[in-house]
C-alpha cells in the first residue's frame, strides 16, 4: 500500500514550457487535492476533486488545470510555466467528507522550478 | 473570508521545557480545526484534530472560541517534536482546508 505517489519529485522547466504533475493513490479515496507551498505562505490550494470525472478551483488555480479521469490519479497541468509558478506541489487525498474520514494524506512532493 | 494564523515563523524551546504553538483563526461559523505536522524527511500528516478532543504524542489542542484560538500544547518538549507545524480550518460543507503559514519547532539539548 502506497498510500499517495507523486511523479516526478524534482522538475527544472524554462518560462513558456507545459508539464503535467502525476499523483496516484491506491487507498479508494473519493476526495483528492493539489496544493502548493511556498516561504511564508504555508500550503495552498489550487484546485480539487470530489470524484472521478469531477473537478473545482481551489484558493489559487490561476495558470493551472486538472483532470481527475480515474479515481486513483488526478493530474496538475501547467500549460506555460511562468517563474511565480517555482514551487513544492502537494497532492492529497481523503475518503470523504464529514466524520473521522476527512483526515487528508499526503504525498511527498514534487519540486519544481521556473526559469 | 476564513483565515488561520499563525503568528510565529519559528519556535526555539529547550527540552524538557514547555511548547505551545499558537493559532487563530477567523470564521462565522462552527469551526473544525487540525493540527498537521511535517518531520524532517517526511510527509505532512494529521496529528491531531479537535473534534476528537485527544492527546497525540503528548500534544493536546484546546479549541477557544471566544479568542478564536486553537493553540497547541505539550508540557515538555522532546527533541524528536521538532518539526514544522500547520494549523488548518475546515471550510464549510466540504473538506477543503485552509492552512495557516506554519510553525517550525525547534527542540535543542
Known amino acids: 500500500n502506497a498510500g499517495v505517489t507523486q511523479t516526478p519529485k524534482f522538475r527544472v522547466l524554462k518560462t513558456g514550457q507545459s508539464m503535467t504533475l502525476l499523483c496516484a493513490q491506491d487507498m479508494n479515496h473519493e476526495y483528492m487535492y493539489w496544493y502548493r507551498q511556498d516561504p511564508g505562505m504555508g500550503l495552498r490550494l489550487i484546485h480539487y476533486?470530489?470524484?472521478?470525472?469531477?473537478?473545482a478551483k481551489g484558493e489559487v488555480p490561476d495558470g493551472y488545470n486538472v483532470s481527475r479521469l480515474k479515481k486513483q490519479n488526478f493530474l496538475l497541468g501547467l500549460e506555460s510555466a511562468a517563474p511565480s509558478q517555482t514551487s513544492v506541489y502537494f497532492c492529497?487525498?481523503?475518503?470523504?467528507?464529514?466524520?473521522?474520514?476527512?483526515?487528508?494524506?499526503f504525498g511527498p512532493g514534487t519540486r519544481l522550478t521556473v526559469l | 473570508a476564513q483565515r488561520v494564523t499563525q503568528p510565529e515563523k519559528l519556535l526555539s524551546v529547550f527540552k524538557g521545557a514547555p511548547v505551545e504553538l499558537k493559532c487563530n483563526y477567523s470564521y462565522s461559523g462552527s469551526p473544525e480545526l487540525f493540527w498537521y505536522v511535517q518531520y524532517s524527511r517526511q510527509r505532512l500528516q494529521l496529528l491531531l484534530r479537535h473534534i476528537s478532543r485527544e492527546s497525540i504524542k503528548g500534544f493536546t489542542a484546546d479549541l477557544n472560541k471566544g479568542e478564536t484560538s486553537f493553540h497547541l500544547k505539550k508540557p515538555f518538549a522532546q527533541e524528536e517534536d521538532s518539526a514544522m507545524y500547520y494549523c488548518a480550518l475546515k471550510w464549510p460543507g466540504g473538506n477543503k482546508l485552509t492552512f495557516g503559514t506554519g510553525t517550525q519547532l525547534k527542540v535543542e539539548l
Open positions: 476533486s470530489v470524484g472521478e470525472g469531477t473537478t
Open positions: 492529497a487525498s481523503s475518503p470523504h467528507s464529514g466524520g473521522l474520514a476527512d483526515t487528508q494524506y
